[in-house]
């Protein structure tokens, strides 16, 4: 994995190179583009936290 951080030091973004087998957790809507033959998966959020009722 190589990450580079690009227009630092405002609007910065990262740019993730993986090698195959590797994986990376993003947060929801952040994904600016990606290249072909990666797959997404998804998945929903556990609830609960601090104050769980």
Not at 22 to 46: D, L, P, Y
Request: aromatic share 6%; charged share 15%.
């Amino acid at each position: 994995m190589n990450i580079e951080i690009i227009s630092k030091p405002s609007y910065s973004f990262a740019k993730v190179l993986l090698n195959g087998g590797e994986s990376i957790k993003a947060e929801s809507g952040s994904m600016m583009s990606m290249s072909s033959g990666i797959t997404i998966q998804t998945h929903k959020a556990q609830q609960g936290g601090f104050l769980k009722v």
